[in-house]
């Protein structure tokens, strides 16, 4: 009886001893392998573990700030509109307009003085002293003889820069023709609308607000000789299409 116990007994002395000198770090180990192989592999779909993650991931957005907020909060400020424009601005606006009207009204009305009233009669004296003299024929021409007759003319505003000029002792209508002819009408027509302009010497020009030459303005002119010249070819920068208006002596 002794023998077998001996015998049967050893292995048990014997594992016992082998597991009383293996190092502590070797039985954790094996026990934590024991444990994972019981418990299986993590799933999503544990309770426990859904339930542990979706409180750690609040904590988590409890803790962090809020970006969104953070921005609303710094633009708000800059977010107000503008207050809108004041509308009792738009009156003003309007009279400045009105009154920069006002004033050019009043600078068309002194350049064409002696066009304030009906009809004024006055006679045109040319850059070199010739009187624009309008014959009983219709023939236009320059006269240094300033008491002829024919050179008083009766200048009357049409509308505002345009005249009409006529001949009181020949009764006839000063004309620029299509074609740049000089002549004296009989009646009243498109070829005897003259459009008058002061210009910086201070003499006046006269060009057909009917007719122009390749778009350019047609001028009344006399030559040095006291001829009248093609309207076709002249321009407002040339002296013999300026004219200076005076007074007729009653």
């Not at 001996?6 to 024991?34: D, E, K, M, N, Y």
């Not at 609303?72 to 009207?101: C, D, G, M």
């Not at 068309?108 to 009906?118: A, I, T």
């Not at 002061?198 to 303005?217: G, H, L, Q, R, V």
Request: glycine letters at 6%; charged letters at 20%.
């Amino acid at each position: 009886m002794c023998r077998w116990t001996v015998t049967q007994g050893a292995p048990v002395a014997w594992f016992s001893s082998c597991l009383s000198c293996r190092p502590p770090s070797h039985l954790l180990s094996l026990s934590f392998i024991l444990l994972l192989l019981l418990l299986g592999p993590p799933t999503s779909s544990s309770p426990l573990l859904a339930t542990l993650s979706m409180n750690s991931e609040q904590n988590h957005n409890a803790q962090r700030p809020s970006f969104s907020h953070f921005f609303i909060s710094q633009s708000s400020p800059s977010s107000t509109p503008p207050p809108p424009a004041s509308s009792a601005r738009l009156p003003w606006a309007i009279n400045v307009s009105s009154s920069s009207t006002a004033i050019a009204g009043r600078h068309v009305r002194s350049s064409y003085k002696h066009l304030q009233g009906d009809v004024h009669k006055r006679k045109l004296v040319s850059f070199k002293y010739f009187f624009l003299r309008i014959g009983e024929n219709g023939a236009i021409n320059g006269t240094e003889n300033e008491d002829d007759q024919y050179c008083e003319l009766e200048i009357k505003s049409v509308e505002v820069g345009v005249v009409a000029i006529k001949g009181r002792k020949s009764n006839r209508y000063l004309a620029i023709r299509k074609d740049g002819l000089l002549y004296g009408a009989k009646k009243y027509g498109p070829d005897c609308h003259l459009i008058e302009r002061i210009e910086e010497n201070k003499y006046n020009t006269y060009a057909s607000a009917e007719w122009k030459n390749k778009k350019k303005f047609m001028f009344v002119a006399i030559n040095a000789k006291g001829k009248p010249i093609n309207a076709t070819k002249t321009r407002k920068t040339k002296k013999v299409t300026h004219f200076l208006p005076t007074l007729v002596e009653p």
